[in-house]
């Protein structure tokens, strides 16, 4: 049966399928929108195993490397040797005996190949010595253990990187003799020749990345884009401490302060309408934290009056549907599980604190017995469906969860006086991975790796964040975290937990006298943003430089430098005013609350 003719869609999305699977996220996405919309739905598509692009070339240099070892065009029947050169033509049952062609003697004569015949010149290429050039050493160095990895089914040599840190030849880098080298079988992904398998038989299909994580293939403009033809500015009653969107419906948003909740409904057909629903003004009682649960059913508005923590339940319309038990302490902190109807509350007072579990589905009329920690805690975030991790005054308390919270382990600071204010975590296939930062002490902590960078910033740390990792890249050892300061700068940090050591990749500069108040990474890990007192700042997280796009507050008004009230997600005093940044679930808008003002920010465009 004759082979389908090769088309342009059979090629574009080979080209696609490499960009994807060598981490060229932006690049793949910026081809997929110039050709076609949807190439997984190419009929194809589903019998295209990885890495086929790299495997189809490997062929053809074969192929090449065939056409070079002969003297000429080849007979009908031909016979290779164990490496697949030619060696010569088998007799024709057609042709004479004295006009049969035989090896060495006449028609397809071996001939050796000259370094000037390669199809990629005669210098020779090494990939380490050009990733040596390209990647300086993570610091501090630590000499780590020989000890083969594989990166794509294939071995990589000791002192090679793996994930994001390779560079994208050697991703895709595949041996055509591996079984005479490492005197193993081949892989059952491989054929003979060493090649990642091509047959035509249905396989399964890797999550593909819509807009993924790229190494830089695309230059940063020269001036960034302005985002204030796509934002809408509204107006609040009092000073805008947090926002946060509905988790499944980007027209919906949360907005809070000190005295006020506010519901906005944003529509193209018309203005958006908010809904002040929870209105304290001159009631002695304060709004203090607010979280969506995982499917959006339910938000709970927790409130303080005279030391105490209430917390109540509202829907989506801002009707009241529960009220949880109160609680003697200041409420600083809701969490929802990611998967679970499990709500972590923080209570805390200047000397100690309880981590207390509400089950949503269970709703008992009084709380499981919660857990005591001897120190305020600031933050706390999930890690997996069972564990939360705490952050307080030198240690972070790692907790197990399933009926209520019980502390499992600690790990204390080096530094006892240490305040670690912000929490983040990560659960991959293999590990917890938990990152904390010291508002003051400028520091960021890895206390499940031991890893400790010291003297982060330059003054105080206002924020951290992990970069969510794509389906592709959860099995490798390297984290990407991003950390705000009041210096004026967002630090890009990569982290090797396996070997313990991290580098700064990207400083990225707000500007003179702009202190970065909140910023966070959107839902796909390909932005960065970060805000300051009236202006919002957006960038490619793989190039860094300069900003892709920003946007300045009309009038630029000065905002009041001195904020009375604490911060109601982390309960710190904070000497710069209070800023909110928060992605929608798709990571298509932003919504910036700034003094008595919010803007929300469309990034479709």
């Known amino acids: 049966m004759a082979h389908p003719d090769l088309t342009s869609h059979h090629v574009n999305y080979l080209i696609w399928r490499y960009l994807q699977e060598a981490g060229h996220g932006e690049a793949a996405v910026s081809l997929q929108r110039a050709w076609y919309p949807d190439p997984q739905s190419l009929p194809f598509a589903r019998h295209i195993q990885t890495h086929a692009l790299v495997s189809l070339v490997q062929k053809g240099l074969q192929y090449h490397n065939l056409e070079s070892s002969i003297d000429k065009v080849r007979s009908r029947d ?17 042709s004479s005996t004295e006009n049969d062609l035989t090896p060495g003697l006449q028609e397809g004569n071996v001939i050796t190949s000259k370094p000037s015949d390669y199809f990629f010149g005669p210098e020779p290429f090494d990939v380490t010595d050009l990733q040596k050039r390209d990647e300086p050493e993570l ?10 990895r594989v990166t794509n089914g294939h071995p990589v040599e000791t002192g090679q990187k793996t994930g994001k840190d390779v560079n994208s030849e050697e991703i895709m880098e595949v041996d055509d003799e591996t079984e005479s080298k490492t005197g193993s ?27 993924g994580p790229s190494v830089g293939v695309q230059i940063s403009p020269a001036k960034a884009a302005d985002l204030a033809p796509d934002t809408a500015l509204l107006q609040t009653d009092d000073h805008v401490l947090s926002t946060a969107w509905h988790p499944q419906d980007s027209n919906l948003l949360v907005a809070a302060g000190d005295t006020f909740c506010s519901l906005w409904k944003l529509s193209k057909a018309s203005d958006p309408v908010q809904n002040r629903f929870l209105d304290l003004k001159g009631s002695g009682a304060y709004v203090s934290a607010i979280a969506w649960d995982a499917i959006g059913a339910k938000l709970a508005v927790a409130s303080i009056r005279d030391l105490k923590g209430t917390v109540t339940m509202y829907n989506p319309d801002g009707n009241v549907v529960d009220l949880l038990p109160d609680l003697p302490r200041v409420i600083s902190g809701l969490h929802w599980a990611e998967d679970s109807p499990q709500l972590a509350i923080v209570a805390s007072d200047d000397r100690s604190s309880e981590l207390a579990l509400w089950d949503d589905k269970r709703r008992p009329d009084v709380f ?14 999930w890690c997996g469906r069972n564990q939360v991790f705490a952050c307080g005054n030198g240690a972070v308390y790692q907790c197990d969860v399933d009926q209520d919270i019980r502390l499992a382990k600690t790990y204390l600071s080096a530094n006892a006086e240490a305040g670690w204010t912000f929490i983040r975590c990560l659960q991959t296939e293999t590990q917890s991975v938990a990152v904390t930062a010291s508002h003051e002490k400028f520091a960021i902590w890895i206390p499940t790796h031991d890893i400790l960078i010291e003297n982060a910033h330059q003054d105080f740390i206002t924020a951290i964040d992990i970069r969510p990792q794509p389906q592709a890249q959860k099995g490798t050892s390297t984290v990407t975290i991003a950390s705000f300061s009041t210096d004026g700068s967002v630090n890009v940090w990569q982290v090797d937990l396996e070997l313990k050591q991290y580098k ?15 910023g966070g990474f959107s839902p796909d890990g390909y932005a960065l943003g ?9 960038w490619n997280v793989d190039r860094g430089g300069e900003p892709v796009s920003t946007w ?7 905002i009041k430098e001195e904020s009375e009230h604490s911060n109601g997600q982390n309960g710190h005093t904070a000497t710069d005013p209070d800023c909110a940044l928060s992605w929608d679930f798709d990571g298509k808008k932003l919504a910036y ?13």
């Open 185 to 211: 079988p081949i892989p059952d992904h491989l054929d003979g020749d060493g090649d990642v398998s091509m047959g035509a038989e249905e396989v399964p299909q890797e999550p593909i990345l819509t807009t």
């Open 593 to 605: 609350g700034f003094g008595n003002q919010m803007a929300i920010v469309n990034m479709q465009r």
């Open 552 to 558: 300045t507050a009309p009038g630029s008004g000065e």
């Open 139 to 148: 610091e501090p160095p630590v000499a780590p253990e020989p000890r083969d």
């Open 78 to 94: 031909t016979r290779c040797d164990a490496e697949g050169l030619f060696i010569g033509a088998l007799p024709s049952k057609h």
């Open 530 to 538: 970060a805000v300051s007192n009236d202006r919002l700042f957006i």
């Open 368 to 381: 499981p017995l919660p857990q005591v920690i001897d120190s305020h805690i600031y933050d706390l975030a």
């Open 504 to 518: 700064r990749v990207h400083h990225l500069r707000l500007g003179t006298s702009l202190p970065a108040l909140a």
